[in-house]
């Protein structure tokens, strides 16, 4: 066994064990001798996984006396339910209150705890200026002639090479490229599904999404979904002869923020095709982990070209920019076939800038300050929820990501809340918008993708208060 894998076995156990409950708040941890006995491992590894839990905040040291888990807020906030979606489709889509929320978010004097993508103070834009002058110099035409349909090769050559990090051991010919995450996402569906047919879905799920499966005239079936490990799979069994395809955010999803353990994504990969139900499976959030490995995909689990992998920058780098793109497994040629009515060619400009960006290095280095900063945000968001919110608030508890789900007992209803903060100049996403069914009104998502700052602390703690008035 490598010692970096033994590194990442030992620290995600240890994290695993406090996150669950078995190691409790103030319990000493082994020393880093014992630890170094117990695994056989050198006194730098033992050292190294400490600081790492210390990195996630789970854990501090006390000198002279040892390594102890930490008080952590969140653990005194109950994580939510599982989620009881109705099995019965009744795809209710609230589209005045959806036209409500995203109507406000151009706003620049709101706090924009509705937006799921990371503040552009959080972004490399001066280095991201650089890569699109060079690549207007050096395309050709400077950036106004068509790609090849595919996509851009050396895009593509990129995420090949990035999809190591993942299981995932793609060649560039297996990609095609997309105008941004949801175009990826409507190629799959169109590609895969006519009018009339279901798709199964998690619950809550991302409100794009639902509305793109509606307008193209499909059935949701929402599915029960853990807030920590995804989808319950025994649910998924008992309507597999129900549905036609299934798309799934197994990493970091948003609203909740939940990770299929490898195991799961493993047996749902395998049920799907054993009934040739193919797997759309959007990874938009998988780069944004906050432990010390990326998780693998569906993708990595994939033997049969069943499942449709799609993904994109618009949540770690660039979200104007819309560089998305799907490795589709044997639907290759259907989703070529749909990108040349729809679209014939990617922007140049942007695609090419993005491939040049990553091949520069300069992508790992930023993911890796923009994930200490998002999981730094989350440790301050639970500290002030903690304080401020209503009691009995609960919230998820996100390994990675960009959002974190609030849930509030019954008596308030956060469409009615949305109305008081956005007299307050705050913005959230009520939390009936992830959703087709008569559920999550008493439940918000907020975005953790802000600078921290004390006007976020101050703004937060509003909230608070105005959930505390509602109720």
Same mark, same amino acid.
């Given at each position: 066994?490598?010692?970096? #894998?033994?590194?990442?076995? +030992?620290?995600?156990?240890?994290?695993? $064990?406090?996150?669950?409950?078995?190691?409790?708040?103030?319990?000493?941890?082994? *020393? /880093?001798?014992? @630890?170094?006995? $117990?695994?056989?491992?050198? =006194?730098?590894?033992?050292?190294?996984? #400490?600081? &790492?839990?210390?990195?996630?905040? @789970? +854990? &501090? *040291?006390? %000198? $002279?006396?040892?390594? #102890? /888990?930490?008080? @952590?807020?969140?653990?005194?906030? %109950?994580?939510?339910? /599982?989620?009881k979606p109705s099995p019965t489709r009744n795809n209710k889509e609230p589209e005045e209150l959806?036209?409500?929320?995203? &109507?406000? =978010?151009?706003?620049?004097?709101?706090?924009?705890? *509705?937006i799921g993508v990371p503040s552009g103070s959080l972004l490399p834009l001066a280095k991201l200026n650089k890569e699109i002058v060079k690549a207007t110099r050096e395309l050709e035409g400077c950036g106004t002639a068509y790609e090849p349909l595919q996509g851009n090769a050396a895009l593509r050559r990129m995420i090949a090479i990035r999809s190591l990090a993942w299981g995932g051991n793609l060649h560039e010919n297996d990609l095609v490229t997309a105008s941004g995450g949801m175009n990826a996402l409507s190629f799959c569906m169109m590609a895969l599904a006519k009018p009339g047919d279901t798709i199964a879905m998690e619950s809550p799920c991302y409100s794009g999404i639902l509305q793109l499966a509606r307008s193209i005239g499909l059935k949701v079936l929402e599915l029960p979904t853990h807030p920590t490990t995804g989808i319950e799979i025994a649910a998924l069994k008992k309507v597999i002869s129900k549905i036609n395809l299934c798309l799934l955010v197994p990493n970091f999803n948003t609203p909740l923020g939940s990770c299929m353990p490898d195991e799961h994504k493993k047996e749902v990969v395998s049920l799907l095709a054993r009934h040739r139900i193919p797997l759309i499976e959007d990874d938009i959030y998988g780069d944004l982990y906050f432990g010390s490995q990326r998780p693998k995909c569906c993708k990595s689990f994939d033997e049969e070209g069943m499942v449709l992998y799609c993904?994109?920058?618009?949540?770690?780098?660039?979200?104007?920019?819309?560089?998305?793109? +799907?490795?589709?497994?044997?639907?290759? &040629?259907?989703?070529?076939?749909?990108?040349?009515?729809?679209?014939?060619?990617?922007?140049?400009?942007?695609?090419e800038a993005v491939a040049g960006f990553l091949k520069s290095g300069r992508y790992e280095n930023h993911l890796r300050r923009l994930r200490q900063t998002l999981q730094g945000n989350y440790q301050h968001y639970v500290n002030t929820i903690?304080?401020? #919110? %209503?009691?009995?608030?609960?919230?998820?508890? %996100? $390994?990675?990501?960009?959002?974190?789900?609030?849930?509030f007992n019954k008596k308030i209803n956060t469409a009615e809340l949305y109305d008081s903060t956005i007299k307050r100049k705050i913005s959230i996403a009520p939390g009936r918008i992830f959703t087709l069914q008569d559920q999550f009104e008493n439940c918000m998502r907020l975005s953790i993708g802000l600078p921290w700052s004390e006007e976020v602390r101050n703004k937060l703690k509003l909230l608070g208060k105005l959930a505390v008035h509602s109720m």
């Open positions: 066994m490598s010692k970096e #894998f033994l590194y990442t076995e +030992i620290t995600n156990g240890i994290a695993g $064990q406090i996150r669950s409950g078995v190691l409790r708040a103030g319990d000493r941890l082994p *020393s /880093v001798r014992i @630890l170094c006995r $117990q695994h056989g491992i050198s =006194m730098n590894t033992a050292k190294r996984v #400490f600081l &790492e839990l210390e990195a996630q905040s @789970l +854990i &501090e *040291s006390k %000198p $002279q006396s040892g390594y #102890f /888990v930490s008080r @952590l807020p969140y653990l005194k906030l %109950p994580l939510p339910e /599982v989620s959806i036209r409500k929320v995203y &109507e406000n =978010m151009g706003r620049d004097d709101l706090m924009p705890f *509705s993904s994109a920058v618009s949540k770690t780098l660039a979200p104007g920019y819309r560089v998305g793109w +799907i490795a589709p497994g044997r639907y290759k &040629e259907q989703i070529l076939k749909l990108k040349l009515v729809h679209a014939i060619s990617s922007a140049a400009v942007t695609h903690a304080e401020y #919110f %209503p009691e009995g608030t609960k919230t998820s508890r %996100p $390994q990675g990501g960009l959002t974190l789900w609030v849930e």
